[in-house]
């Protein structure tokens, strides 16, 4: 299912290309990136739980754990504490 979000042809430099921090965050990250495109959180079962265009993101309704952040096309990991 995550495969199917995700292709496994993502390149890494489209994972380094959005910055997130704090990382690991506990109420909010801030996505450091230049696009004004909508930012989604996924679950790693590949459920979008977040869509906004903020660069601050409230994550406080997210349990503990890993999450992808998607910018357009590119991709990065972060941590909910």
Known sequence: MLHS????SIAEENIKRIKV???PGKNYIIVD???KQ??????L?????I????QKIDISSLSRGIYILKVGKNYS???KE
Not at 5 to 8: E, Y
Not at 38 to 43: F, L, S, T
């Open 5 to 8: 979000l995700f292709p496994t």
């Open 21 to 23: 921090y704090p990382n």
């Open 33 to 35: 990136s230049d696009s």
């Open 38 to 43: 909508e930012k989604e959180i996924y679950d």
């Open 45 to 49: 079962q590949a459920k979008k739980l």
């Open 51 to 54: 869509s906004t265009k903020n």
């Open 77 to 79: 990991k972060f941590m």
